[in-house]
């Protein structure tokens, strides 16, 4: 049977000090930068140049900067452009370095998740 998680399970004081980067400001995004926003965490959007939702981002109180400059400036990233854009991004970003992501496993290839320092990221598998 699945654990549900509530509010009160939730450790916030793991995220103080952190800067927390949403790349795509569609109908996830959004939604993620303002729950966490409203949970008092620094958050960041990460847009292309030209994006329709750059001012509607700024308008609801944060800043915007491109993607690779809100990965550059975050503790943590959040991908939330849309699906069938995310492995073109991926790829082209880290080609170049720009930056990386990683999604740790335990032994078992299950997802454990975990926090992990900015210049300590590997995605060499």
Known sequence: MAKIFYQEDCNLSLLEGKTIAIIGYGSQ??????????????????????????????????EVFTANEAAKKADIIMILINDELQADMYKRQSQYGE???????????????????????????
């Open 29 to 62: 995004g959004h939604a993620h930068a303002l729950n966490l926003k409203e949970s008092g965490c620094n958050v960041i959007i990460g847009l292309y140049e030209g994006s329709k939702s750059w001012a509607k981002a700024e308008a609801q109180g944060f």
């Open 99 to 125: 930056f990386q992501i990683d999604v740790p496993r335990d032994r078992n290839g299950e997802f454990e998740p975990k926090l992990i320092p900015k210049y300590q990221r590997d995605i060499s598998g």
